[in-house]
């Protein structure tokens, strides 16, 4: 039988590291930026920021305090906090398969980073934009190479996974979060560098307050609560291993400001080039692997040899933040499976790692020419996971989470965690984070679920 004792991790910037790792993803360096191109740049970042502070903070706290009550795997703390007689409880079995769900859809997303890593070394990123919009859909539907390259990503995580907490997420995270922001501020560096970068500066930082309606509103609220990990398992799965004394709220505070950070900077990376070689800044999903190529190649185009080592850097930056959001994903899985199975880690981890690569080649395969016989509702295999789990699965779980806290959880359980059992000087803080995740933050994410339903 496996040895089941838990552990924690070693230290706060391990907490921090690790815990804003599962946060900032492709969210943050993908989706972000084109939202904010869609939505007018500086006013759906003020109105993003907003959102972080009174939905995505006290959702995050709320997964902070099952996970380090419970001291266990997200389906089993669901129901240690929540009680075995209450049927709310049984989210946190959805809350797994959420992010089990995800990390076979995602690692297929994450393996074509690590394709355009190596298109770059080799110098195949060159040509038109007609030419980088057949080179993805070539790629993207070739039967062989995306799953090679989800088998790999995948297979990288495991490799991290099944050293443990100390010596495989928290030793990784160590290593991957600065240099990703590293990455992140050369690049940011030599974008702004570039004629013509002021207009893209001051199209994040100067608001067009005409710009603003019901949709970017909703967006922001969206990309808000997608961006910082909530409902997926990864906040509930860490926060297990945070060790009693750690200060919830101040962790959270911390993780939104560096999600945040790494958002704008993001733009800051994006819409400078964009800008300077006369990019539509809403472009839209298709940023990452059609348009910008294209905008690294234009706007470098005096010096080739920088432009290869930007467009370099950039998709490794992006396989970065790919790889720390698959870490917490796999972990959430690897955890219950271990757990509930009683198992070994590495056992454990082997399971989801190849359960995950079968999702990702099915995924993968219904991109290609063999798509039409995994179509489902209208939908590829792919965009179907994407969308069962991101506009319905998410926000029912982060829904029913923030009623099971705020109505059903014994007050004093959540007072106690919040507060560390008095210890902390946050106690009249309590009552404002009570009052959002009672009522502010269950209206915020019924609207997002009906805005992507079209219902609203």
Aim: aromatic share 14%; proline share 4%; glycine share 8%.
């Amino acid at each position: 039988m496996a040895n089941l004792e838990r552990v924690s991790f070693g230290s706060k910037l391990g907490v921090i590291l690790a815990t804003a790792g599962s946060a900032v993803g492709l969210g943050n360096v993908w989706r972000f930026p084109y939202m904010t191109g869609q939505n007018g740049g500086a006013v759906f970042i003020l109105i993003y920021v907003g959102c972080v502070l009174l939905l995505g903070i006290p959702c995050m706290i709320s997964e902070f305090i099952i996970g380090r009550h419970a001291q266990a795997n997200t389906a089993r703390a669901y129901i240690k906090v929540g009680g075995r007689r209450n049927p709310l409880s049984l989210i946190g079995y959805m809350s797994v398969l959420t992010g089990f769900l995800i990390t076979g859809y995602y690692a297929v997303v994450s393996g074509w980073c690590l394709q355009y890593i190596y298109a770059s070394l080799l110098g195949h990123l060159n040509g038109d934009p007609e030419y980088f919009m057949n080179y993805f859909e070539a790629f993207s539907q070739d039967p062989v190479k995306p799953i090679f390259w989800t088998v790999l990503i995948l297979f990288a995580t495991f490799l991290i996974i099944e050293h443990g907490v100390r010596d495989g997420i928290e030793r990784a995270s160590k290593l991957l979060m600065p240099t990703l922001f590293i990455l992140l501020l050369i690049i940011v560096g030599a974008s702004c560098m570039l004629p013509n970068a002021k207009s893209g500066v001051e199209f994040l930082f100067k608001p067009d307050w005409s710009m603003i309606n019901g949709d970017v509103f909703l967006g922001a609220l969206g990309q808000s609560f997608y961006s910082m990990s909530i409902a997926m398992g990864c906040i509930c799965t860490y926060a297990s291993y945070f060790a009693k004394h750690t200060n919830l709220t101040a962790s959270a505070i911390q993780i939104g400001v560096i999600d945040s950070i790494v958002a704008i900077l993001a733009g800051l990376m994006i819409f400078p080039a964009a800008f300077s070689v006369g990019v539509n800044p809403d472009s839209g999903p298709s940023l990452i692997f059609i348009t910008l190529p294209n905008v690294f190649q234009q706007a470098f185009s005096d010096l080739p040899v920088v432009g290869y080592i930007i467009s370099l850097m950039f998709y490794l930056l992006l396989s970065l933040a790919a790889l720390t959001s698959l870490m917490s994903l796999h972990e959430v899985s690897t955890s219950f499976f271990q757990e509930e199975l009683r198992i070994t880690r590495k056992s454990a981890a082997l399971i989801v790692t190849i359960s995950c690569c079968v999702i990702g080649a099915f995924c993968s395969l219904s991109l290609g020419p063999t798509g039409q016989f995994m179509q489902f509702l209208g939908k590829s295999l792919f965009d179907l996971f994407d969308f069962v789990t991101g506009q319905i699965f998410l926000p029912v779980v982060g829904f029913l989470t923030c009623i099971l806290i705020g109505w059903f959880v014994p007050h004093k359980l959540v007072r106690d965690e919040f507060t560390n059992y008095g210890t902390l000087r946050v106690q009249h803080y309590f009552h404002v984070y009570l009052f959002l995740v009672k009522y502010v933050c269950p209206i915020c994410i019924l609207f997002i679920f009906l805005h992507q339903l079209g219902l609203l």
